[in-house]
């Protein structure tokens, strides 16, 4: 079992940034793959990015170049900084992990709201 905190989330303007943080209850070296994804209120979750264990990255088109994935695997933590916030990136943001086997995790999720 794996447990996964998100925190960080708020109240922005538009233009904003934010920093989420996504701490893993074991090694991050012992996940495959680390995401986050959001889901805005009647929509879908979507996946926004990725971090595997060799420290490649992915992106959703929607959120290249606004957004970053960092890790500090001492604190076995993933950051997502989000810059340029607009409006529509208002959602639940929710820290995934893909472990072995197929064992999936998430987290409780953190609200982000982009409003003036």
């Known amino acids: 079992q794996v447990q996964l905190v998100e925190s960080g989330g708020g109240l922005v303007q538009p233009g904003g940034s934010l920093r989420l943080s996504c701490v893993a209850s074991?090694?991050?070296?012992?996940?495959?793959?680390m995401g986050w994804y959001r889901q805005a209120p009647g929509k879908q979750r979507e996946f926004i990015a990725e971090?595997?264990?060799?420290?490649?990255?992915n992106y959703a088109d929607s959120v290249k170049g606004r957004f970053t994935l960092s890790r500090d695997n001492a604190k076995n933590t993933v950051y997502l900084q989000m810059n340029s916030l607009k409006p529509e990136d208002t959602a639940v943001y929710y820290c995934?992990?893909?472990?072995?086997?197929?064992?999936?995790?998430w987290g409780q999720g953190t609200q982000v709201t982009v409003s003036s």
């Open positions: 995934n992990a893909e472990m072995a086997m197929g064992l999936d995790y």
């Open positions: 074991t090694s991050i070296f012992s996940i495959n793959v």
């Open positions: 971090i595997t264990s060799g420290g490649s990255t």
